[in-house]
C-alpha cells in the first residue's frame, strides 16, 4: 500500500499540477491498482489504448483528456507518472519521456 507520497520540483502548470493530483490520487492504494491507475491515465493523455479518451474511474484526473490535442504537453503531464512507475519498478535511474 503506497502510504507516503510527495513530489518536489519545478515545471510548467501543467506538470506541476498532474504531479500534485497523482500524489492525491495513488496515496492507499495497492502498487498493482497505481499501475492500472498509470496506464489509464497514460492512455487518456496519449489518445492511445483501450481505455483512450474514457475519463471513466478518473476522476478529477479527467481534467487532463484535452491534454492529447497538445502533443507537446503530453510529456509534461506523464513526467511524474513515469518516475512513479519507475519507482514502482524498482528503478534508481533517471526518468526521461523521451
Known amino acids: 500500500m503506497i502510504r507516503g507520497i510527495g513530489f518536489q520540483g519545478s515545471g510548467c502548470a501543467i506538470s506541476r499540477a498532474s504531479a500534485s493530483m497523482m500524489t492525491d490520487s495513488v496515496k492507499g492504494k495497492t502498487e498493482a491498482e497505481a499501475q492500472r491507475l498509470f496506464e489509464r491515465f497514460h492512455s487518456l493523455v496519449t489518445g492511445e489504448g483501450d481505455e483512450a479518451g474514457d475519463p471513466v474511474d478518473l476522476g478529477k484526473l479527467a ?29 534508481g535511474e533517471g526518468v526521461s519521456t523521451e
Open 63 to 91: 481534467v487532463f483528456s484535452g491534454v492529447k490535442e497538445f502533443p507537446v504537453r503530453v510529456k509534461c503531464a506523464t513526467l511524474s507518472w513515469h518516475t512513479l512507475r519507475a519507482a514502482l519498478e524498482g528503478k
